[in-house]
């Protein structure tokens, strides 16, 4: 995997809520909260049953090597993060990276993770110069499907029967969203881009 560019990014404030680094014991924490909630939602992949150890060292090696940039959600005035945001899969030939996301259960439905993937996706766009990011869900899982839509992303394709869930293989949705996007400015007709030099 490519490494993220060495940027100073953090933190982020937006309202009362602030997007800061977050240690990897903090990281194991909400892993264990997505855990508890049924980790088979929130991934397609295959899961392994990882010791707190193991998922530390795992952290603190990705955070290193910048192979993912990791941000914990605060709000203001607190040390213990509700979720977190993160960016991995880096491209640096065409500028993109995959997002991902996740708030404690007693903090949804309030907004609080709009308005931080929104600010999440900005920094990318203009610190990293990132020209777009993309995420997969779900296709049940509608909660991530509207904060995406209510964030700006488009959904680009179906992964038909790609998701193991409850004994049945659902859908998974793609979705993404260009620099061109979310500044407002529109491409020309062929919906290219031409491409800047990456930081």
Known sequence: MEPFPTLEYLP???????????????????????EGEDFQRVTCRPIHNRTDGELLEGYQAALSRRTLLIAGLYLFGQNEPIGKLTAGDYNPRNRSAEVGYYLAPSFRSNGCMAKALNRFCACLFQTFALNKVYAQTGAFNQASVRLLERTGFRRDGVLRQHHPWNGVLWDDYLYSLLAEDFSGKTGGASGGRPLRKAL
């Open 12 to 34: 982020l404030t937006m309202d009362c809520l602030r997007l800061d680094r977050i240690c990897p014991a903090d990281l194991v924490r909400l892993r264990r909260l997505e």
